[in-house]
């Protein structure tokens, strides 16, 4: 299993530091990527993410092919628990409060697929009203276990385990990251736990134009 | 996996991120609203001889939910000279509370019940926050809702109960 190396992160979020220092706040650029992928705060992960060669069921009851229908958007994808109470709001939240701050362009190339770790609750009707609750436009997919098991091998991402938490609740162990994928589909950086919104801030304008080149 | 060392660094990462962005930039980006330092603090004293805790409930709130399951945040401050647990917690809108933690397993966050009873050691503070412990409020009969208000009683070893209103906010940032 591909892990986030520890250093890197601490590294990576050290240079967020330095980087709020130094105030420079270059969101408007729309020219490119950025010159490096140490430019990003993400975490970086090698080998890169493929996309999930998977189709699911959006919130309409429609079928959603990952990979055909976020062709040539930004994606950022997120798997949680609607019933998840702290992290998955919290990461759902920061990533809906950034993308208002960006231009209506940069915003228009970007897409973000949370896909449930818990199908047995997680209905389409149920995902689409958790996700109203931060942007209209997210994308919702759910499956039936079978699909989902299928997604989280694509994603190296384990199965998730139940913790009973008695009188029928349940909590859902998931990957603690949102994943991007550039235009090109590579899902070259995480966003582990702990990032903020000003970290997304500084990259998805780079991460909208980057190709990687 | 050394999920312990993973997430310490992560957590030190944002404090380094945290508190170089706050010396330097007095960013106002932040409209998370989470009010800290508002809140009037309610204070309990130990009938306690000698060694004595004493307690500030700071910032209690709650999120707003869009299902039966929402999480309650609040810091405790202790003032005293000994060391109190914070041992249960209720609330009026739920009939199944318990204090949790989030706990990262490689790049895996988990939830669970926190195994002992949470310090707040004398002189010190403990502080629940999104991503790391919180109360889970289970079997809500009705979502919450921003502008709520929620009734918590939090059960201390050494300083009893203490009620709290905690108001149900936005969902707040990371930060």
């Not at chain 1, 979020?13 to 650029?29: E, I, Q």
Request: aromatic share 6%; charged share 25%.
């Amino acid at each position: 299993m591909r892990t986030i190396r520890p250093g890197l992160v601490f590294l990576l979020l050290a240079l967020a530091g330095f980087a709020a220092a130094a105030c420079g706040g270059d969101d408007g650029d729309e020219g490119g990527g950025a010159s490096s992928i140490d430019d990003y705060l993400g975490a970086q992960v090698t080998p890169f993410f493929e996309k999930p060669d998977l189709v699911l069921t959006d919130t309409e009851g429609r079928p959603f092919d990952i990979r055909k229908d976020t062709e040539g958007f930004l994606t950022i994808l997120y798997v949680g628990y609607t019933h998840c109470p702290d992290i998955c709001p919290t990461t759902m939240y920061d990533i809906s409060e950034v993308l208002k701050t960006l231009t209506e362009k940069q915003r228009s190339q970007i897409k973000v697929v949370f896909a449930t770790a818990d199908p047995d609750r997680d209905t389409p009707e149920v995902i689409r009203k958790w996700l109203d609750h931060f942007d209209t436009t997210f994308i919702g997919l759910s499956g039936d276990s079978r699909q989902i098991s299928d997604l989280l091998k694509q994603l190296l991402m384990g199965t998730p385990q139940r913790t009973d938490l008695g009188e029928g609740n349940y909590a859902v162990s998931h990957a603690a990251y949102a994943i991007a994928y550039t235009k090109d589909n590579t899902g070259r950086l995480v966003y582990p736990f702990g990032i903020t919104q000003d970290d997304w801030k500084h990259d998805l304008p780079m991460l909208v134009n980057e190709t990687w080149k | 996996m050394d999920w312990k060392r993973w997430s310490g660094l992560v957590m030190l990462g944002v404090a380094a991120v945290a508190a170089v962005a706050l010396v330097a930039c007095g960013d106002d980006d932040d409209d998370d609203g989470d009010g800290a330092g508002t809140a009037s603090p309610t204070v309990a004293a130990s009938p306690t001889q000698g060694q004595v805790a004493k307690l500030q409930i700071i910032d209690p709130r709650a999120r707003d939910t869009t299902n039966d399951v929402s999480a309650a945040y609040f810091t405790v401050k202790n003032t005293g000279d000994a060391t109190d647990r914070l041992l249960s917690v209720t609330a009026d809108v739920s009939t199944k509370v318990e204090v949790h933690e989030m706990v990262m397993e490689g790049g895996t966050a988990k939830m669970q019940a926190v195994k002992a009873p949470l310090e707040i050691p004398a002189g010190g503070e403990l502080v629940l926050k999104p991503g790391g412990y919180h109360i889970m409020l289970m079997n809500l009969a009705s979502p919450l809702k921003e502008g709520q208000q929620v009734k918590l009683t939090l059960t201390f070893e050494k300083s009893g109960k203490i009620e709290v209103t905690a108001p149900v906010k936005k969902i707040e940032a990371m930060n």
